[in-house]
């Protein structure tokens, strides 16, 4: 019988019946129905691991994991995927660190994963790879014999070719992209860019969506991910009996909440976004002591020296924000590097004034849509949000800011505060329409339908 297989880096193994899901979890939740299969790392670091996977059955899903070597581990993911691939692809040349030694784990850790998995993949199953961590999987995998459809989902942004061509080994992640059936894109923009990296450095040709480089095609296409809409504002409606919300609420005292809520990430603004929220009490001062600025942003990936650097910085602008501007009754400030549970975080949403999302550049952001499906029609928050987050390209209702120019930030956030109810309730009726519309549900029928007609075809359709 045919099975989808996710590949992934991690594979959210069902621990107890209170964990939390992650997002991807989440996102590919109406997939995990009995006989699929969920390969990657198991977490564990070994000297010498099995290449034959650890199976774990919950639910009807099998959870197929196997170790990594500590050796190459550390060249794979925080060397490459995160010191290489992860500032390129969010346009940050500055801070991408390529070392030929990091670029081999990378590729030794894909061919173990194609490896593994090629002794339990079976000819009629679809395989749907996840992310920059596995950009050769599906070459490697084909090499173990696998021929049935190969499906993969960019999570991050992509760049164009200008920027592609820094990367040393740009050439080589383009052709393994090319390797798969369907990629997808969070945004046309990032689609765009792709099959242009294909037709400009390696000569593919292509027209439409498809792209065919050494006699076969590939579809590339933009399948924006939503979440669980419906679900999230359930969360967010029990939620106002938290404790912790209710206690939020109460610390209050009648002010105005904007509420940020990031991985502690370089990508994610946040030093501008704490530069912004100083910069509105000096533009707007009647705004002192009738707002609080809550930003949760636990940390993440501190292996990386970038991330430890942006937690000092986030401490400095805490400390100097709240040093010049707080009152002995009022802190403008509080910051927490603490994960909150989800159906918490929902019910800090529906009290907040002004969702603050605000990255320098991301592949979607979900937080913007779990702000527009927390929110009590009747009373709306308004939505401050990147242009150059994907999610900008669907929700533009939102007040739509440049991140970099902390005084637009903070511009906006004024006029949040002093928005009317009748444009908040308009803004939010078309964004929570957007947002109930372009579901985690929708996003997964997408690629499945697209990826499983590239399948009924004999022969890949060719670009004319």
Known sequence: MARLIIVSNRVPIPKSRGASAGGLTVALRDLLTPGTMWFGWSGRLSADPSLQPSLVEARGVTYATIDLKADTYRGFYVGFANGALWPLLHFRLGLMQYRRE???DYLSVNQTFAESLGQVVQADDTVWAHDYHLIPFARMLRQQGFH???GFFLHVPFVPPSMLEAMPVGRELVADLCAYDLVGFQTEEHARDFRDCAQRLLGATVKGEWVRLNGRS??????PIGIDAE???????RAANDNLVKRVAGSLAGRALAIGVDRMDYSKGLPQRFEAYGRLFERHPEHRRRVHFLQICPRSREEVDEYRKLRIELDRLTGRINGRFSEFDWTPLRYSARAAPRTTLAGLYRIGRIGLVTPLRDGMNLVAKEFIAAQADEDPGVLVLSQFAGAAQELTEA???NPFDPDAIADAMHHALIMPAAERKE?????REKVF???AQAYCMRFMEALLSIKAQSVPRAVA
């Open 231 to 237: 679900s999230f504002h359930h969360d967010a409606e």
């Open 148 to 150: 049935g459809p190969l």
């Open 102 to 104: 990091d670029y081999d």
């Open 427 to 431: 803004r939010h009726q078309a964004l």
């Open 218 to 223: 590939m579809r590339a296409f933009a399948d």
């Open 437 to 439: 519309r372009s579901t």
């Open 399 to 401: 007040l739509i800011v």
